[in-house]
């Protein structure tokens, strides 16, 4: 994935500096290829996720069963070993009945690019490659026949993009769906959500698909369970992630355990993450790892979240 980042901010270099300029229209707004990162999910499955506050990866996730009056959650994530990748999500939500607003801002950069000359391999400064994504939420859940075991959700998004000398920004609309609480002590979870979806001219924008479904394998109830899942999250044209979920709560402590195997730029890489969260009355904190390729490094994730009931 750090070999996707960097690979991307490659293919939109110049080799003379030059003024900040704003690419043609219909061009790809760069940065695409640092959404690829599992920001925000400190272990969980992306589709399914609400660690970092949910919303980006599925706008429905920001409505769980037991909702609150009003949530806020920060994520960061950090690989500074070889190359400093670095990402922030924040999340704010008010919830009134069944349905929930909120607004979210992620953030994903790399920086230790250098730049050279076209002959001579003296460092001749840094590049800045960088994207950042605002997001409006919404999400409703829906009674009566569905017994409230349905959520729909909606993402307006205004995405921009920094490589080097060109900048660009450009909107997406999204749409996800969540069903919770199926199959009676099973407690299915299933989720599916479109990512920066651009309906018209897709040449600015790589959409992407996360797809997840997680069920419990033991345990008596959401406070003492052990669960199992599958997720793939699909980028057109770029990674493609298929993986093996499983998580443990006893009260107040969870652990995480994920394997995943991403392909990208036709190489295949094996993933492992290992993360542990620890639930309070009003609080919730995290950290997960991730395994990398030995020349990456790994990756660090923390997340902190409140909520008023």
Not at 218 to 225: K, L, R, Y
């Amino acid at each position: 994935m750090l070999f996707a980042a960097s690979f991307g901010a490659a293919l939109c270099l110049r080799t003379v500096p030059v003024n900040a300029q704003s690419v043609p229209s219909g061009s790809p707004v760069p940065g695409r290829a640092l959404l690829d990162f599992p920001l925000g999910t400190v272990g969980e499955i992306p589709a399914l996720s609400n660690a970092g506050g949910g919303g980006l990866f599925n706008p429905a996730a920001i409505l769980p069963l037991h909702p609150v009056r009003l949530s806020a959650a920060v994520a960061a994530l950090s690989a500074t070993e070889t190359r400093g990748v670095d990402g922030q999500v924040g999340t704010v939500v008010a919830t009134r009945g069944l349905t929930a607003f909120g607004v979210g801002l992620a953030r994903m950069s790399v920086g230790g690019l250098d730049r050279t000359g076209d002959s001579d391999p003296t460092v001749l400064g840094s590049i800045p490659y960088y994207t950042s994504v605002a997001s409006l939420l919404a999400a409703h859940r829906f009674g009566g026949a569905a017994k409230r075991r349905l959520v729909v959700g909606a993402a307006a998004r205004y995405r921009s993009g920094t490589s080097d000398t060109v900048t660009a920004s450009t909107g997406a609309l999204d749409f996800g769906v969540m069903a919770d609480h199926l199959g009676g002590h099973l407690d299915l979870r299933v989720a599916a959500a479109t990512y920066l979806l651009r309906p018209f001219n897709q040449g600015i924008e790589r959409p992407g698909l996360h797809l997840g479904a997680d069920a419990r394998v033991a345990g008596p109830d959401d406070a003492q369970e052990v669960r199992m899942g599958l997720a793939t999250d699909v980028t057109r044209g770029a990674t493609r992630e298929t993986g093996l979920y499983a998580s443990g709560r006893w009260r107040f402590a969870e652990a995480r355990a994920a394997v995943a195997k991403a392909n990208d730029f036709q190489s295949s890489q094996t993933r492992t993450r290992l993360g542990v969260a620890f639930r309070g009355t009003r609080f919730a904190v995290g950290v997960a790892h991730e395994g990398s390729d030995p020349g990456f490094g790994s990756i660090w994730q923390f997340s902190f979240s409140t909520q008023i009931r």
